[in-house]
């Protein structure tokens, strides 16, 4: 989806991205001018993989002319062998470039430079024309010039401005400094991971941020950070290296000085630090009436909508997480970004996580979900919407690569279309989904789940109630030799247990009372310089079997308790 574009009549916009897995391996795409006239318009320019522009960096000199050749078709140019995407197409030599002096031709497959090739001519294949698939592309031929500098003359998608004097005057201006523009992205904590820009971090773990600062001059520019609840808290480096002290979303400010101009970016809820403890354990049910706090939004293109904790949005007027797709512009100015606002939906991801979970003594692990989706399209060609499941056992650092689960078309959509703007009410139809959890998961004491929708063009509303981890959950694990006493076992509500430890072993370790729902009944810290603490409980536990968890560093230990 092409986001943030910059007025087509006075910028040639490129977007980069780092994949185009639906478009079937394509390297890059843009459209002839007459294609982005009205309706389209809001695609005019060039969309293209990061390592096929440009020869540093992701790219390289043998994929750096990609660019050339979409630019080519910006300014209208057809591929050397016609009209199509096909090179190798059967009867291709009916077809033309409608340029004089490019041979007909049926075009390069990738990697062919056979520069005595004839396809279609007595003279040679154009192989080292921009316009081919080759990879030893170097020229465009006087008429394709001639043909590009007509298309810059015409007022078609209004190229004919582009390079007006006016618009150079405005666009870059001779003699004129503006302010530096600050920018920045996270570099992942893990090297193996495939997405090096990933905001999430576990707490207390080093997070590189990188400059991506621009308009700078060559007078050594400089750099001040500031990070909500960062150690350190600010920082001058041009790429610092920061821990954060606790969970939750944090605020990230970058200011660059350059040459007495400064410029200022503050973006807010940028990185997400997991929590070092797990909130659930086992098994356990989340029927979003509980806790609605708990859930992660994850809004990487700063769409108009996301997830949200609704509480009549659930199964049976209950609460539930709720997506709202339908645009929120009743009268958008004409070719504004709002007034394409259906179309900015195709592709886009918003998502929402769960708290870490526990799944040190689960096994045999499943995982299920009620659902009701809407859709605006009317065959189930068009139903491309899709939800996605995946999980991390690394703070999100890295999600696994193969999900969880897709549901797509008809296996997700089941309310129909038809709706203004769907919302659950009494007849809205519910469908359980289940599968099981790979036994990757088994043992992991810190796993994240995602729930990722993915837009179309004709997407409608969404909402996810009755998320329930269930499976195998041992209370007799194996006890390491930890010089901790539990006591007295059982034990009732006015005494609670008392724990005696080694100071040395396990001061300041984390302690959890877990129910045999996986429920989190209290946390606290084994205080430090003591060796016996009292576990209480108020009169709201209730009698039955609890697991005790206290860990750190070191390691863990369990003990099943009893409460009378």
């Known amino acids: 989806t092409k986001y943030d574009r910059w007025p087509r009549s006075r910028y040639l916009n490129v977007w980069l991205v780092d994949n185009m897995t639906k478009m079937g391996g394509t390297a890059g795409y843009a459209y002839h001018p007459e294609d982005v006239e009205g309706a389209l318009s809001f695609a005019d320019g060039v969309i293209i993989i990061d390592n096929y522009i ?38 291709n030599c009916a077809k033309d470039d409608g340029i004089y002096d ?58 004919n401005n582009l390079w007006s004097a006016d618009n150079l005057s405005k666009t870059v201006p001779d003699s004129v400094q503006y302010n530096p523009v600050a920018d920045f992205y996270v570099k992942s904590g893990d090297p193996l991971a495939e997405d090096q820009n990933n905001p999430f971090a576990c707490t207390g773990e080093p997070v590189t941020f990188m400059n991506a600062s621009w308009a700078l001059t060559d007078n050594n520019p400089t750099y001040s950070w500031t990070f909500q609840d960062g150690s350190p808290s600010t920082s001058t480096d041009a790429n610092p290296s920061i821990s954060f002290n606790s969970p939750g979303w944090k605020d990230v400010t970058l200011t660059v000085t350059d040459n007495g101009l400064t410029g200022t970016v503050t973006r807010q809820n940028y990185i997400y630090i997991s929590g070092d403890w797990p909130t659930t354990s086992g098994v356990h049910h989340f029927n979003f009436d509980d806790h609605p706090d708990w859930w992660t939004i994850w809004n990487p293109q700063h769409s108009e909508y996301q997830w949200e904790v609704k509480s ?108 203004t703007s769907f919302y659950p009410n009494e007849i809205t139809t519910w469908t359980n989904k289940s599968f099981n959890l790979p036994s990757i998961i088994s043992g992991k004491n810190h796993v994240l789940f995602k729930f990722v929708y993915t837009g179309s063009t004709t997407s409608n509303n969404i909402a996810i109630d009755n998320i329930n981890i269930d499976g195998t959950l041992s209370v007799d694990a194996p006890q390491l030799n930890d010089n901790i006493a539990v006591y007295p076992n059982p034990s009732k509500q006015s005494t609670g247990w008392n724990i005696k430890y080694d100071a040395n072993e396990w001061s300041g370790a984390q302690v959890r009372l877990i129910d045999m729902s996986g429920r989190l009944v209290k946390s606290a810290v084994l205080p430090v310089g003591k060796t016996e603490w009292n576990l209480s409980v108020g009169n709201d536990v209730t009698p039955g079997v609890y697991i005790l968890k206290i860990q750190n560093e070191k390691g863990i230990t369990q003990r099943k308790l009893m409460l009378k």
């Open 312 to 419: 009549d949005a659930g199964k049976d007027g209950t609460a539930g997480i709720f997506l709202n797709m339908t645009s929120p512009y009743p009268n958008p100015i004409f070719n504004s970004p709002e007034y394409f606002f259906n179309q900015r939906r195709e592709g886009a991801k918003v998502a929402f996580i769960t708290q870490p979970m526990d799944f040190t003594y689960l096994t045999n692990a499943t995982i299920s979900f009620d659902r009701a989706c809407a859709t605006d399209a009317t065959e189930p060609s068009a139903m491309t919407e899709s939800l996605t499941i995946y999980y991390s056992i690394n703070c999100g650092k890295k999600w696994t690569e193969v999900p969880l689960a897709e549901l797509k078309g008809l296996n997700l959509v089941n309310n129909g279309t038809g709706w």
């Open 54 to 91: 440009g020869s540093i960096g992701t790219g390289s000199p043998y994929n750096s002319r990609a660019l050339t050749h979409e630019i080519g078709h910006f300014l209208g140019l057809d591929h050397v062998w016609g009209p199509t995407n096909n090179p190798a197409e059967i009867g």
């Open 102 to 159: 490019t041979p007909n031709c049926e075009g390069s497959v990738v990697d062919s430079c056979d520069l005595t090739r004839k396809t279609c001519d007595t003279l040679p294949d154009p192989v080292q024309n921009y316009m081919d698939y080759s990879y030893c592309t170097m020229m465009f031929t006087k008429d394709q010039v001639e043909f590009m500098r007509n298309v810059l003359r015409q007022q078609t998608a209004q190229r």
